[in-house]
């Protein structure tokens, strides 16, 4: 059983849980500079048994640094898999990415040797057309084993257009139709309560698809039940097929609209990686309420000529457009930034 993939991306919490909620930084972490003064540390009779601040923050910026580089092999990764299978949807990937990367690598609790073990957490991704970042993800955590005959988006492959649960190794819920994955997600916080089990369920959403009205039934449902071991997190990179969001349906301000139902709201830039790391460790200190990140991205975020380019929501990368791709990521993956 695993909790990251090796023991230098997992690192005892950064924020332990006995830390009350004051002592932590504002919500919006987009405002917040990690320093010694952002985090108070718990009293105890020895100071030398106690991390310090300094040495806090010297993790998180050191685990951080590792998964940049990791979420760099990831992004290269997708473009091959797009670029095998001529086709595929990279944009909402990569502006993802970041956020995945933290979520498997840091987060998530998970045995590769056994995917449906009843103790892990549970991970949707409701934006599913973004899957190749999840497969890529589940192939380099060894969870997905790839044949030759494994080509996105054909016939008789392991990886569908879309996440299916009765295919591919690691997927917790099937999905393509935007606007399910919160109801599904409140269906498996629900089951935990009852079954008084401690896994936590993650829901991945696009903005665009917040225009979905079952998304609200969702969020309506999981405020009512309290579903604390449930967390949502908006990949807002305000981009949705070849149109900005706001020009399609303006949705307002997101975070606005979840405090309206009584969410737990946390903002952050959905590719710092200290953001995301801060983030997720203060959900698990949240009781009562369930909570929604509100990731700030850039679709196509890692290739220059991708970021924010509407084309690259769903599009062929040929072989000169997929060689410089690959020699960016590599420079990042070198350099760790």
């Known amino acids: 059983m695993i909790k990251n993939l090796d023991t230098e991306l997992s690192p005892t919490k950064l924020l332990p849980t006995e830390l009350p909620p004051t002592g932590l930084p ?18 105890t009779n020895s100071l030398d048994q106690m991390p310090t601040a300094l040495n806090i923050r010297r ?8 998964l940049k580089v990791k979420a760099a092999e990831i992004r290269q990764k ?18 993802a990415c970041d956020i995945l990367t933290v979520l498997y690598y840091y987060k998530m609790t998970l045995d590769t040797e056994n995917p449906r073990w009843a103790k892990r957490d549970r991970f949707i991704l409701s934006k599913g057309h973004s899957v190749p970042l999840l497969y890529a993800i589940l192939a380099d955590l060894g969870i997905l084993s790839l044949k030759p005959k494994d080509i996105l988006r054909q016939l008789h ?13 690691g997927i917790d ?8 994955g919160i109801s599904a997600g409140c269906g498996m ?6 079954d008084g089990a401690k896994y936590r369920t993650y829901v991945l959403v696009g903005d665009g698809e917040l225009q979905e009205g ?78 929604v990140i509100v990731a700030k991205t850039c679709k196509g975020k890692g290739v220059t000529f991708m970021e924010n380019n509407p084309v690259y929501h769903s599009s062929l990368i040929n ?5 410089d791709a690959l020699e960016e990521l590599k420079i990042q993956n070198e350099c760790g930034n």
């Open 26 to 43: 504002k919500m919006k972490l987009s405002e917040m500079e990690l320093s010694p003064n952002s985090i108070k540390e718990r009293p």
């Open 59 to 66: 993790t998180i910026m050191s685990i951080a640094k590792n």
């Open 78 to 95: 997708v473009i091959e898999l797009i670029a095998r299978g001529e086709s595929g949807h990279v944009g909402g990937s990569f502006s």
């Open 157 to 169: 492959s392991q990886l569908p257009g879309h996440p299916r649960m009765d295919i591919t190794p």
């Open 173 to 180: 819920m099937s999905s393509g139709s935007l606007g399910m």
């Open 189 to 194: 916080a629900m089951a935990a309560k009852l």
């Open 214 to 291: 079952q998304i609200w039934e969702g969020v309506m449902t999981a405020s009512h039940f309290g579903l604390d071991n449930l967390t949502v997190i908006v990949d807002k990179n305000n981009l949705q097929s070849d149109s900005p969001v706001k020009t399609v349906k303006n949705c307002g301000e997101i975070a606005d609209q979840f405090k309206a139902f009584n969410w737990n709201v946390i903002e952050i830039n959905g590719h710092n990686l200290i953001e995301i790391i801060n983030a997720f460790d203060m959900v698990d200190m949240m009781r009562g309420k369930p909570t």
């Open 319 to 323: 072989d000169h457009h997929q060689k």
